[in-house]
């Protein structure tokens, strides 16, 4: 059974830094796509960044949106079967609750609120 469980979110002042992770089960991340999504209040849900075949090597492909290109890094970890999200200089802005996903399935979200 595919079960996604994202843990690391939290608060932090503007400029901080968090990583979030998402540990899966039921299927191996290195042969799929996994996602990292986010929804602030009164916001839709929107993509931020993904990784194709985590740890593959030269199979791996990432893409982030453009609002967090140079801040998040998406990178996966074959051996515990879990992506991860390093979050550098939040900001305000990125307050939001952090979805994992692949395989058409979402974990229950991590809440990051930055603020002073």
């Known amino acids: 059974q595919v079960q996604l469980v994202e843990s690391g979110g939290g608060l932090v002042q503007p400029g901080g830094s968090l990583r979030l992770s998402c540990a899966a089960s039921?299927?191996?991340?290195?042969?799929?796509?996994m996602r990292w999504y986010r929804q602030a209040p009164g916001k839709e849900r929107e993509l931020v960044a993904g990784?194709?075949?985590?740890?593959?090597?030269?199979?791996?492909?990432?893409v982030y949106v453009d609002s967090v290109k140079g801040r998040f890094t998406i990178s996966g970890d074959i051996s515990k079967n879990t992506v991860y999200l390093q979050m550098n200089n939040l900001k305000p802005e990125d307050t939001a609750v952090y979805y994992c996903?692949?395989?058409?399935?979402w974990g229950q979200g991590t809440q990051v609120t930055v603020s002073s």
């Open positions: 996903s692949a395989l058409t399935r």
């Open positions: 039921g299927f191996t991340i290195s042969t799929f796509s």
């Open positions: 990784i194709d075949n985590p740890g593959s090597g030269a199979g791996e492909k990432v």
